[in-house]
């Protein structure tokens, strides 16, 4: 089975820096999806950012960008230029190719608390 | 586009009782996820349905809990009795297939506290 490790429960940050979050993961399929989700207090999921695994480029969207090391089965978020509305718990998640499609199940870690300070 | 809609968004039941969460997910989307997020933990898939067929429920405690997607659009969850460890927040989230990718939207959940 597959498992995704978050092994940073909490972190902060100040405001304008940046902070990387540390993901690692376990499996033995070759193809894959992996992501970012955010979850504010008010506990709706937000998908920040997905990377498929037979890509080696790095996934970016506007100040969120991933290191992925697909040997490594690492896979980290980093937050540039942090605002106040980043503090929330983000997730990692870990997705089977499944049958060829792409709407298998969501493995979650534990996730990581972020907080920002002003 | 309206989201995904879930109700009650709190429901607090003594332990043995029964609790029904309803789920609706977007318009058109094929397949709806339930996920149990227990506080402090990460969610955790309970069952996922394609239309209105089970794709994997390998982690639903089925001598409690029981799902059913009517018409393939929304979705109800049962527990009965409920335990307190079924204290936690029901999330259900929907995706369906765009430009070749399945997303998945999730709801803002229902928080059950059993006591």
């Known amino acids: 089975a597959q498992t995704v490790t978050q092994s940073q429960p909490e972190m902060s940050v100040q405001e304008a820096e940046t902070v990387t979050l540390s993901c690692t993961y376990d499996t033995s399929e070759s193809d894959y999806y992996l992501f970012w989700y955010k979850q504010p207090p008010s506990r709706q999921m937000i998908l920040v950012i997905r990377?498929?695994?037979?890509?080696?480029q790095n996934a970016t969207e506007n100040r969120f960008s991933v290191n992925f090391q697909k040997a490594a089965k690492s896979f980290s978020l980093k937050i540039s230029d942090s605002q106040l509305g980043d503090a929330a718990m983000y997730f990692c998640?870990?997705?089977?190719?499944?049958?060829?499609?792409?709407?298998?199940?969501?493995?979650f870690g534990q996730g990581t608390i972020l907080t920002v300070h002003p | 586009e309206a989201g995904v809609a879930q109700s009650p968004r709190y429901k607090i039941i003594e332990k043995r009782q029964s609790v029904a969460f309803w789920c609706n997910p977007i318009?058109?989307?094929?397949?709806l996820y339930w996920y149990q997020q227990i506080l402090g933990q990460g969610p955790k898939l309970l069952i996922q349905f394609q239309n209105n067929g089970v794709v994997d429920d390998s982690q639903l405690p089925k001598d409690r809990f029981s799902a059913e997607r009517l018409k393939g659009v929304d979705s109800t969850l049962k527990i009965q009795p409920a335990k307190l460890e079924d204290s936690a927040v029901y999330l259900c989230a929907s995706s369906a297939r765009d430009r070749g990718w399945h997303e998945q939207y999730f709801g803002p959940g229902t928080r059950l506290t059993v006591t």
């Open positions: 990377q498929e695994a037979y890509k080696q």
């Open positions: 998640a870990y997705r089977d190719v499944l049958g060829g499609t792409s709407y298998g199940k969501l493995t």
């Open positions: 318009s058109g989307h094929a397949t």
